[in-house]
């Protein structure tokens, strides 16, 4: 079983939609979580990054975690085509100078 | 400034040729990191530099050499690689490679012919 598991989609939703990403881990030693956007051939991008359990919005992202349940989101409010990419989550995990990646899930917004 | 920079963006080199990949960051990071990515994976990591010293290689093979010459830098040398190790290399940077954001390059897209 993977550390990190994340559904690698696609995810194919009209523009104008809310979109949920997800994953979920299995160690509770994993603390500090980001999300990262990836367009094709390109670097990850750093859209956000959370420690506590709880919401942090940021424009129309808004990350979500839930360290009870080992849970964590990602949400995407009017999506836009630009949008289209894949999405890490990526988490730090306590003793490990590393992160730990999901899969990616691909999103494609429809116009 | 959140910037990371790389060197060159692509490469293409043949199963002889010595060549060196290079990463840049002013923020005062003190961990580093190389990456490799194929195609529809996620980044798989490859090296950490952490405070200039070497504290992780991920049973990375010899023909892959990291170095970092000060805090700012991070080099990766290629020496005899095989088609198979054509991917993105992505190079990132933490404050303190525990806890805090990581920011990446664009890449270098390489490929070994």
């Known amino acids: 079983q993977k550390e990190v598991e994340q559904d690698p989609g696609p995810l194919s939703v009209p523009e104008g939609a809310i979109v949920s990403l997800n994953c979920t881990y299995s160690n509770s030693a994993f603390q500090y979580f980001m999300w990262y956007r990836q367009y094709s051939r390109k670097g990850p991008e750093l859209l956000m990054y959370t420690y506590s359990s709880g919401n942090k919005e940021d424009g129309r992202f808004t990350a979500q975690v839930d360290k009870s349940s080992k849970y964590i989101s990602l949400f995407i409010r009017d999506s836009q085509p630009s949008d289209s990419a894949t999405y890490l989550c990526a988490m730090w995990r306590t003793g490990r100078r590393a992160l730990t990646f999901g899969s990616g899930t691909r999103l494609q917004v429809q116009p | 400034d959140t910037e990371v920079t790389q060197t060159p963006k692509h490469l293409v080199m043949g199963m002889t040729n010595k060549k060196s990949l290079k990463c840049e960051q002013h923020m005062g990071h003190r961990a580093m990191y190389w990456y490799k990515q194929k195609a529809k994976k996620p980044p798989e990591l490859m090296f950490v530099y952490s405070y200039e010293k070497l504290s992780i290689n991920e049973s990375v093979p010899s023909r892959f050499s990291p170095e970092c010459p000060n805090s700012s830098l991070l080099n990766l040398h290629l020496h005899a690689l095989q088609p198979e190790d054509s991917a993105l290399y992505l190079c990132?940077?933490?404050?303190?490679?525990?806890?805090?954001?990581?920011?990446f390059g664009q890449g270098t897209r390489l490929t070994v012919v």
């Open positions: 990132a940077s933490s404050q303190d490679g525990t806890r805090t954001e990581a920011f």
